[in-house]
């Protein structure tokens, strides 16, 4: 069974620039999470999409965050324009249900410079 | 907002012996889960424990969970070199779903 894919896997952009991350969850899977995990501190919900409906994204800042999970599959997240302190490793997971088990991809570390 | 909070924060021990960390959370849940990050790399999901079940194992791993006192714990016995890590638990954030993960503990288990 293929994992959760995620790409680019590395990212160093300039403050200000725009980024994108995308996602390709396990076939099946209704429930697709992006986390934000800074170094040293645990995984932060960013936001949750059931099929392609938003469940929770109240703590994405939507003043320079966006995220699309179009025909319920494939997602991508955005940040436009990228500040200093969004440097983290941000982590892609699928679920069947939302709050059941879920399989992570090997993340995106993002560098701002 | 994190979920759950996890104690130690760091916990440091010698191949051999066992390994215990405790999870603790405010909102009611449906299950409780805990996962492993290796450094560098991705969560993997070691666990699930539902709100109707007090003990589960699964290998070295045994799981408990105390939903009167909203704690949970995972001990890992037998503890090898393989099993340093991060430890994260994480809950589905009273019924709605979510999946929100605490601060987690970091096992350093030396040979």
């Known amino acids: 069974e293929a994992g959760v894919a995620q790409s680019p896997r590395y990212k160093i952009i300039e403050k200000r620039q725009s980024v994108a991350f995308w996602c390709n969850p396990i076939s099946g899977h209704a429930t697709l999470y992006w986390y934000q995990q800074i170094l040293g501190q645990g995984p932060k919900l960013l936001i949750q999409?059931?099929?392609?409906?938003?469940?929770?994204d109240s703590q994405l800042p939507k003043d320079r965050f966006s995220a699309e999970r179009l025909k319920g599959v494939d997602s991508t997240l955005k940040i436009q324009p990228a500040k200093l302190e969004d440097s983290a490793v941000y982590l892609c997971?699928?679920?069947?249900?939302?709050?059941?088990?879920?399989?992570f991809g090997q993340g995106t570390r993002l560098t701002v410079v | 907002s994190q979920q759950g909070e996890e104690d130690p924060q760091a916990l440091s021990i010698q191949e051999g012996e066992n390994a215990t960390m405790n999870c603790s959370y405010k909102t009611s849940i449906n299950n409780l889960q805990w996962y492993r990050q290796n450094s560098g790399r991705g969560l993997v999901h070691l666990i699930l424990i539902r709100s109707n079940e007090r003990e589960k194992h699964s290998g070295r791993l045994r799981v408990t969970l105390d939903t009167s006192k909203k704690s949970s714990s995972l001990l890992i016995t037998a503890s090898r070199a393989a099993d340093t890590a991060s430890y994260f638990c994480a809950t589905d954030g009273d019924y709605t779903g979510k999946l929100i993960f605490g601060q987690g503990t970091t096992l350093q288990v030396k040979p």
């Open positions: 997971a699928s679920s069947l249900l939302g709050g059941s088990e879920a399989f």
């Open positions: 999409f059931q099929n392609n409906g938003v469940v929770d």
